[in-house]
């Protein structure tokens, strides 16, 4: 199976920065798009950012022009990098990726706590 492991949550005042990393393990033979989902309390869980393993990107209208994603493809690692952070922002963000083991499926970090604070 493929094991997510998400880290760099934490609390940041208004318009500070933080960087979240993924990290995927396990016996995935391939990693196609991996992206960053998050969920504020009593709110659905949203999209935030998406990459392929070619680097083609998407971003929440939300965060365009403050957030950026990455990856590594050799180490498996992804990023976001948040800069420019709002109250608004504030959630359990998680890592997912699509991934074939013995056919293609999706997995889903434990989630990592994002708080910002006004």
């Known amino acids: 199976q493929v094991q997510l492991v998400e880290s760099g949550g934490g609390l940041v005042q208004a318009g500070g920065s933080l960087r979240l990393s993924c990290a995927a393990s396990?016996?995935?033979?391939?990693?196609?798009?991996m992206g960053w989902y998050r969920q504020a309390p009593g709110k659905q869980r949203e999209l935030v950012a998406t990459?392929?393993?070619?680097?083609?990107?998407n971003y929440a209208d939300s965060v365009k022009g403050r957030f950026t994603i990455s990856r590594d493809n050799a180490k498996n690692t992804m990023y976001l990098q948040m800069n420019s952070l709002k109250p608004e922002d504030t959630a359990v963000y998680y890592c997912?990726?699509?991934?074939?083991?013995?056919?293609?499926?999706?997995?889903w970090g434990q989630g990592t706590q994002v708080t910002v604070s006004s």
């Open positions: 396990g016996s995935m033979l391939s990693i196609n798009a």
């Open positions: 997912n990726c699509n991934a074939y083991v013995t056919g293609w499926g999706h997995y």
């Open positions: 990459i392929t393993s070619r680097g083609s990107i």
